[in-house]
């Protein structure tokens, strides 16, 4: 079971980046649709489009800060406990970016089209940034907490 730690720690890294890359392809088609939108008007195409698109690439830094946490804990406690935070985690992680390349899809379209309300949608898409930092904090608190083998 030693080696278990080895598949967590690949975890929270793989999980976060499949939920960023997901985020960020849904929210990238969005703004792609929004801009084609905006030619066909003869309107300008926003840039700050790119906000809504590269804000799910940040939970792959998480998992990556986690990664990198739970290698310097490998051998002071449970494998077991480093599989299980590295699914769970690198999961929760995943599905915040996943959601988050969602909202900023909803987002692009939204301003786009009205040229409004930029600061309310980067807020949303930030709030579901926030589930993934909740994720990353916890674990590292729960680490601190976690009696050596």
């Known amino acids: 079971m030693q080696n278990a730690g080895f598949i967590g720690l690949a975890a929270f890294m ?10 960020v392809g849904v929210a990238g088609m969005s703004a792609i649709g929004a801009w084609k ?3 066909i ?3 300008p195409a926003p ?3 790119f906000a809504f698109v590269g804000a799910p690439m940040t939970q792959t830094i998480y998992g990556l800060i986690l990664m990198n946490t739970f290698t310097e804990a490998r051998g002071l406690i449970d494998s077991a406990i480093i599989l299980g935070a ?13 959601f988050q390349g969602m909202a900023g899809a909803a987002a692009s379209d939204a301003f786009a089209e009205t040229g409004k309300g930029f600061a309310n949608y980067i807020l949303v ?3 579901v940034e926030t589930v993934a930092l909740f994720v990353m904090v916890f674990l590292m608190l729960l680490l601190g907490n976690v009696s050596p083998t």
């Open 14 to 23: 793989a999980l976060a980046a499949v939920g960023s890359a997901i985020g």
């Open 37 to 39: 939108k905006c030619y």
């Open 41 to 43: 008007q003869n309107k």
């Open 47 to 49: 840039f700050l489009l």
């Open 86 to 98: 590295g699914i769970f985690g690198g999961l929760g992680m995943g599905v915040s970016a996943w």
């Open 125 to 127: 898409v930030g709030l």
